[in-house]
């Protein structure tokens, strides 16, 4: 029994550094063959590993100084072969960080600006299911598809949900688990679903609650 545990433990210290290993040496950096395969990847960026689905790179923006965390889904459209009608339908700015887990699935613009981090699991999307026929299956509708903006600065919190049409000013928190969409000025505080302004800075009054007058 004592050589199991032993045996078992050594084991697993081998598993663990083989995986880090493996992790480090998959992590993307500009220089990669792979990253030519994107529409932009910047001086000093990283897609770390284990990378999450990834396809459309061409149509994918990644800017400068950026860290996309682990298990990060970046896509462009439905497959890696469809023929997009903006280009890039992802931008990410730059010196952001894309917490792990996160999905930012471009079908029309996404647009992020510099400076943005997000917590882990955040989803943005442009494109949302539509239900107007009530005969017909909701997933064989035609979806419904507007642009997304997230200003430069802004910080998203885990489990943030950006849905289609959103535009956010810059220096924006998102309070985690909030699901996000419309229209919000900069240095605002939003949180809820949906989600509203909680807490709004004003130049000579500092931090109020509530939104703007």
């Known amino acids: 029994m004592q050589l199991r545990r032993h045996t078992r433990r050594l084991l ?13 040496v998959a992590i ?19 897609l770390m590993a284990p990378q ?18 682990p298990n990060v889904c970046l896509t462009a459209g439905i497959n890696g072969d469809q023929t997009m009608l903006t280009t890039p339908v ?12 996160s999905h930012i ?17 955040v989803y943005i999307t442009d494109q949302n299911h ?6 017909l299956a909701i997933g064989w509708q035609r979806p419904t598809e507007a642009a997304v903006r997230i ?9 943030v949900v950006i849905l289609p049409g959103t535009d956010l000013g810059e220096h924006t928190t998102v309070a985690a688990g909030a699901v996000v969409r419309g ?10 679903v949906p989600a509203r302004v909680l807490r709004h800075f004003d130049r000579e009054r500092g931090w109020l609650a509530g939104p703007p007058a």
């Open 183 to 192: 229209t919000f000025p900069s240095h605002v505080v939003l949180g809820g």
């Open 52 to 69: 999450g689905v990834i396809y459309n790179e061409r149509y994918l923006s990644i800017g400068d100084g950026t860290l996309v965390g």
């Open 12 to 24: 697993g210290e081998a598993v663990r550094a083989l995986r880090a290993y493996a992790n480090d």
């Open 90 to 101: 992802v931008s990410i700015g730059q010196r952001c960080v894309i917490g792990r887990g």
């Open 151 to 159: 200003g430069s600065g802004s910080w998203l919190g885990a489990n």
């Open 130 to 135: 539509a239900y107007d026929d009530p005969d």
């Open 105 to 121: 699935i471009g079908h029309w613009r996404i647009e992020l600006g510099d400076e943005i981090q997000t917590g882990p699991y």
């Open 28 to 46: 993307v950096g500009p220089h990669d063959r792979y990253a030519h395969a994107f529409h932009y990847f910047g001086s000093g960026a990283a």
